[in-house]
């Protein structure tokens, strides 16, 4: 099992960054796929960014060319860096986590992950 901490979130205007960090902890000696979901209120979780365990990467397309996904294996540590900050970036961020992602296409579908992060809150105006 792995215990999942995000934080780095925050009030952000339009335009402006932020990066989210994830802590991993417990069983981190395994490999995992991790990504970056987010919900709005009233809206379904989405898949923003994920990175397997060889550092292959997938984008949501709304976020291509603005955000990027990167680890640091040796802190078990997940980043996501923001840019270009829209509005309808806002949202709480989770970090998840999970060994067996099937398939390189499933890398941002939450059903693929059993390990999650409680969230961090992102609000751009």
């Known amino acids: 099992h792995v215990q999942l901490v995000e934080s780095g979130g925050g009030s952000v205007q339009a335009g402006g960054s932020l990066r989210l960090s994830c802590a991993a902890s417990g069983d981190t000696s395994r490999s995992y796929c991790m990504g970056w979901f987010r919900q709005a209120p009233g809206e379904e979780r989405e898949g923003v960014a994920a990175i397997d365990s060889d550092g292959s990467t997938s984008f949501a397309d709304s976020v291509k060319g603005r955000f990027t996904i990167s680890k640091d294996d040796a802190k078990s540590t997940l980043y996501l860096q923001m840019d270009s900050l829209k509005p309808e970036d806002s949202a709480m961020y989770y970090c998840?986590?999970?060994?067996?992602?099937?398939?390189?296409?499933?890398?941002?579908?939450?059903?693929?992950?059993?390990?999650w992060g409680q969230g961090t809150q992102v609000t751009v105006s």
């Open positions: 998840a986590a999970d060994q067996m992602v099937r398939a390189d296409w499933l890398r941002l579908t939450d059903v693929e992950y059993n390990y």
